[in-house]
Structure formats: C-alpha cells, structure tokens
C-alpha cells in the first residue's frame, strides 16, 4: 500500500510540474524540459526510499521501491516530452496554455465531494481527461472485476457535481517486471454502462447496512494481501 502510494505521489507531481514550468518559463522552457525534470528524480527516488523505510521495510525493499520510482520517473518524463513537442511540431503558433491543454490534458488527483452519493467528501480521481471526460483510476497489484467500481464512482460522483455524463473510465495497472527498463502499464478502458452504475450503487448500500447493523463482513478473498489481517487474526 505504501508503494503504491509512493508511485502516485511520483505522478502527481510530474504533471504539476511541467504545467508550472510551462506557464511561468513559457514555451522556451520545453528545449531542455527532459532535462530540467529529470534534475529532480534522485530526489524523489530518495524521498521515497526514505518513506518506505519509515512504515517499516526492510533495505532491500526500500531499494527495490526506490528503484521502480526511479523508472516510473524516467517513463513518464520520456512521454510528457514526447507530448510536448508533438504538440510544438504540429502547430506553429501556439500559446503556453494551448500546449498545456493539448499535451497535458488530465488534472492529476483531481478533488470531489461525494457526500451526494454517500460517500467521502475528500475523494480524489487519480486522472480526469477533461477534454474527453475519461476518468482513470490506477491500480499497483492484481486485477479484479471491481476495480471498476472505483472510477465508476468516480464519474457518479463528478456527473452528480457538474451535471455532465462520463461514460469512459479506464483502470491503470501499474508494474514493475524484474531486469525490465520499465514499468509495464495495462489499461482497461471499459463503458461506464447503466449495468455497472447499478453494480457500484449494490455494493455502496451493500457495505453501508453492514456498517449500520455492524455486520461481520467474513474473510476476504485473498486473506494474505488483506490491509487488516493484523487486526483479524
């Protein structure tokens, strides 16, 4: 969990980044962006190590964290300077905010209030694509079926707020395989169809009356990744 954490917080503050700099350096600033950005990786990668180690791991996995953030980086700045310049080779004139919106298009841990639908008013979508109103969760471990839900609540959420219909979401699967350059990203785009809104509502009311009637909810499926096994056993 705390990995996972770790790698979100690489991403958020990537994009961030680069919008500032565009915004306050102005086009120039994206000659030597791959540069500039990856100034700041070892940081990161030792903040990381550092965070790991204080929740508890041992070196090695502190290494190994340290060294997915440090792909996950290189990754990611390789793709944002990939866009850029697309973008820059494609249009001749072109504004700072223009660049950021056509490159740079999703709002990284974008807030929303979802007391309208029962749930915490400080959610956070890891990706919303505004342009094409895609909302994107991602995920660091194994796959399930309802990892849908969650960007699936997402989309209630923002249509309950805004009142426009998103009907896109997609689940990011984020790993790091052994002696690879890096990550692996497997997306699952899927339609955020009446079938599964119906499937996020049941399970929302499902788990609501068990915190009402304090129902015992019984073993998870996979009891060894469960995040409270210490408190059961």
Known sequence: MVAGRLYHQAIAELYPMVKRLIYREGLGVCTNLAE??????????????????????????????????????????????????????????????????HALPFVIEHKLDGRYLGLSSNLSADAINMSGMLICDLKTGPKWDFHRLSATAYALVYESLYEVPINIGCTVYLSFPRSHPTPHVDRDFFIISDEVRQWFIEERDARQDMIFYQKDPGRCQDPESCRYRDYCR
């Open 36 to 101: 500039i950005l990856m100034e700041r990786m070892p940081e990161a990668v030792l903040e990381a190590e550092e965070q790991i180690t204080r929740a508890g791991s041992s070196d090695g996995i502190a290494e190994d964290v340290g060294e997915n953030v440090r792909k996950l980086w290189s990754f990611e700045v390789s793709r944002i300077v990939s866009s850029v310049h697309s973008y820059l080779g494609k249009y001749r004139y072109l504004s700072d905010d223009s660049l950021v919106n």
